[in-house]
């Protein structure tokens, strides 16, 4: 990977305020598996500034991300996966079984049934325009931080889907 992607968001991270050590860190790095791993681990800034865009992001770093949970305009189907993005206009299902834990977050325009069964935790972020389905059963639990779009959901047994009211900010 050449330098350019790691300036580019070096740049655009600062626009968006990102506090010194992890400007330092993202400016270290020089792999997209590593760039991706950091866009996971700081999740909350890169959603709440739209950052980097959906065209950056397709445009260096699509056939990467993908096995890291993050998804783009993307159809799919998880199962037991530990975490999903699902950005731009992704739609498809995440299923949690057993006594798995996911995390879950959608943005843009996303649509996303989320399927927990068993045991399985799941904690959701639901942005924008995006829409969630929520289908729990079971002994499963769920929690959704509702900042914007859609949740739908369906619990039965003693499975519990909580929604969290969250500032549109």
């Known amino acids: 990977m050449n330098n350019t ?7 655009a991270a600062q626009a ?7 400007l330092n860190e993202l400016k270290s790095l020089d792999d997209k598996d590593a760039l991706v791993d950091m866009y996971i681990r700081g999740i909350d800034f890169c959603l709440e500034h739209d950052y980097p865009s959906n065209d950056f992001i397709r445009e260096n770093f699509k056939g990467v991300m993908e096995k890291h949970g ?3 305009d993307d159809a799919i189907a998880l199962q037991n996966q530990s ?5 731009g206009t992704t739609n498809g299902k995440v299923t949690a079984t057993g006594y798995s834990v996911s995390e879950v977050w959608a943005k843009h325009d996303s649509a996303l049934n989320i399927v927990a069964k ?24 769920v929690c959704v931080n509702h900042h914007g779009g859609k949740v739908i959901r369906k619990a039965t047994g003693d499975a519990v889907v909580k929604i969290r009211e969250k500032s549109n900010k």
Do not use: E, Q
Request: proline share 2%; charged share 15%.
């Open 16 to 22: 968006n305020g990102i506090c010194t050590p992890w």
């Open 5 to 11: 992607v790691t300036k580019h968001l070096a740049k």
């Open 83 to 87: 975490k999903c993005i699902a950005l």
């Open 118 to 141: 068993d045991n399985a935790f799941v904690m959701v972020d639901v942005y924008d325009n995006a829409v969630v389905n929520v289908i729990a059963s079971d002994w499963a639990k």
């Open 70 to 72: 993050v998804f783009l």
